[in-house]
Structures are given as C-alpha cells and as structure tokens.
C-alpha cells in the first residue's frame, strides 16, 4: 500500500484513532497524575492506566472505560465526583484534574 500502512478493517482502523488521541491527548494525564498509583510499580486496584491497553483491560472489579460510553465509565465517573468522596481519583488529597484534563478523558 502507498502509505505502508497494514491492510487493515474499517474497525481495527477506528480503533487505531481512538488509540493515538489516548496516546497524544489523555496519555500524557495519565502519567502525571495516576500512574504513581495505577502503573507498573504500585497498581492499586490491579489497575494499571500507563497504557491504552491496560486501561481498557480495566482493574480488579472488571473495565473502568466502556467502549462507545465513556461518559459512563467508572473511571469518568471517579474523576467528576465531588473531590471530598471516597471513590474519587486521583485519591488521597491529590489535586483533581483540571476541567480541561476531565474533558479530554472523557473523550474518545
Ligand atoms: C494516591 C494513589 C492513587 C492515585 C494518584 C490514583 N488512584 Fe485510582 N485508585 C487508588 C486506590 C487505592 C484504588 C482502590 C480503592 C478504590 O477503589 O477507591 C483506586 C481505584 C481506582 C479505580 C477503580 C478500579 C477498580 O477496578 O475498582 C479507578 C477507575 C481509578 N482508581 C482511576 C484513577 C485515575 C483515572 C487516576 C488519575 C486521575 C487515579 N485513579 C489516581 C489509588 C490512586
């Protein structure tokens, strides 16, 4: 193919789109502010969010991301409660993502 690119399906394509905004867009969020907990050292919950297949995998009481409603999400819901919460992430007192951050999150 012209671009090199894998004959791929229409599916695994949007895939691959949802994949490089996490990796350029929510990634980079991540990294600062969860993987201290949810990473390859400590992975509270058995949820690790230092890669977009670890973060769909989900943790310990199964996904935290639904694919098609993320809005829905366990994970979007953690990070929209009020900070004081005891579901709400990034825990112990760590400064709550920006409203920007949460946007960005929630996409996809
Ligand atoms: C200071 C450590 C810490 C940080 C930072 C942190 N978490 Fe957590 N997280 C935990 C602990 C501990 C649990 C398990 C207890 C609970 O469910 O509240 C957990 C559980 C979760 C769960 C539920 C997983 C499951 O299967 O039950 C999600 C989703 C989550 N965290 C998302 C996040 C996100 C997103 C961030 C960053 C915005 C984040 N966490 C930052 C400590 C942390």
Do not use: W
Request: charged share 20%; with cysteine; glycine share 12%.
């Amino acid at each position: 193919m012209a671009l090199g690119l894998p004959n791929t399906g229409a599916a695994s394509l949007a895939n691959a789109g949802v994949n490089s905004f996490y990796t350029a867009r929510v990634a980079p969020i991540f990294e600062v502010r969860c993987v201290t907990c949810h990473g390859a050292s400590k992975h509270k919950a058995s949820l690790r969010l230092d890669n977009y297949r670890a973060v769909m995998r989900g943790g310990k009481n199964g996904p935290v991301v639904r694919a098609g409603n993320v809005q829905g999400s366990d994970l979007v819901r953690r990070i929209t409660l009020p900070p004081g919460h005891d579901d709400f992430m990034p825990k112990e007192g760590n400064r709550p993502l920006s409203p920007e951050q949460v946007r960005l999150s929630s996409c996809g």
